[in-house]
T-cell receptor, first 112, second 115 residues
Framework: GDSVTQMEGPVTLSEEAFLTINCTYTATGYPSLFWYVQYPGEGLQLLLKATKADDKGSNKGFEATYRKETTSFHLEKGSVQVSDSAVYFCALRLSNNNDMRFGAGTRLTVKP | DTGVSQNPRHKITKRGQNVTFRCDPISEHNRLYWYRQTLGQGPEFLTYFQNEAQLEKSRLLSDRFSAERPKGSFSTLEIQRTEQGDSAMYLC?????????????FGQGTRLTVV
């Protein structure tokens, strides 16, 4: 069935390091892809999205490109900050529009 | 508009008791979703509403669970005869239209602990 697999955490980086969190998906049809972020004590917030192949979503220095050929949507940031410490979830929206499927989440800790 | 609101934020209950959670979506959003999130996992879909109609239920939603959205605005999720395995964060989300390009807006969740 349709699903999302993302890189297991936790991930610990030093400030200004490069970040990659891998996400791959399995889906029938052409899903939309999303990255959500969950800061401590808060709800999930949309970070970025891409709705078709080769689209690049970007926000707050984060980027992810919808790669149909590798069924991937990896999250990247060139220079992380302590304030980026959070749990990141990759998700897809099914072609039937009804619900979203989430990965297990990757916890990122950025140390000063 | 302050976003999706969920109440209560935390609930501790004894096994076997019934609990009810409330979700107020963003106004004008006709889609409302319930998810469950356990520790170390991503949200798992439970059910969703299009206005007042409940259109889909996950197999995760056992007979002890029931959800309503009587006037197409707020929604309630009730769990009867709670079990320890029901302990989780229950998330509500809403979205403005049923297009594949639309993200869901999440509330802060209700954390349920069954003791």
């Amino acid at each position: 069935g349709d699903s999302v697999t993302q890189m297991e955490g936790p991930v610990t980086l030093s400030e200004e390091a490069f970040l990659t969190i891998n996400c791959t998906y399995t889906a029938t049809g052409y899903p939309s892809l999303f990255w959500y972020v969950q800061y401590p004590g808060e709800g999930l917030q949309l970070l970025l999205k891409a709705t078709k192949a080769d689209d690049k979503g970007s926000n707050k220095g984060f980027e992810a490109t919808y790669r149909k050929e590798t069924t991937s949507f990896h999250l990247e940031k060139g220079s992380v900050q302590v304030s980026d410490s959070a749990v990141y979830f990759c998700a897809l929206r099914l072609s039937n529009n009804n619900d979203m499927r989430f990965g297990a989440g990757t916890r990122l800790t950025v140390k000063p | 508009d302050t976003g999706v609101s969920q109440n209560p934020r935390h609930k501790i209950t004894k096994r076997g008791q019934n609990v009810t959670f409330r979700c107020d979506p963003i106004s004008e959003h006709n889609r409302l979703y319930w998810y469950r999130q356990t520790l170390g996992q991503g949200p798992e879909f439970l059910t969703y509403f299009q206005n007042e109609a409940q259109l889909e239920k996950s197999r995760l939603l056992s007979d002890r669970f029931s959800a309503e959205r009587p006037k197409g605005s707020f929604s309630t999720l009730e769990i009867q005869r709670t079990e320890q395995g029901d302990s989780a964060m229950y998330l509500c989300a809403s979205s403005p239209s049923p297009t594949r390009n639309t993200e869901a807006f999440f509330g802060q969740g209700t954390r349920l602990t069954v003791v």
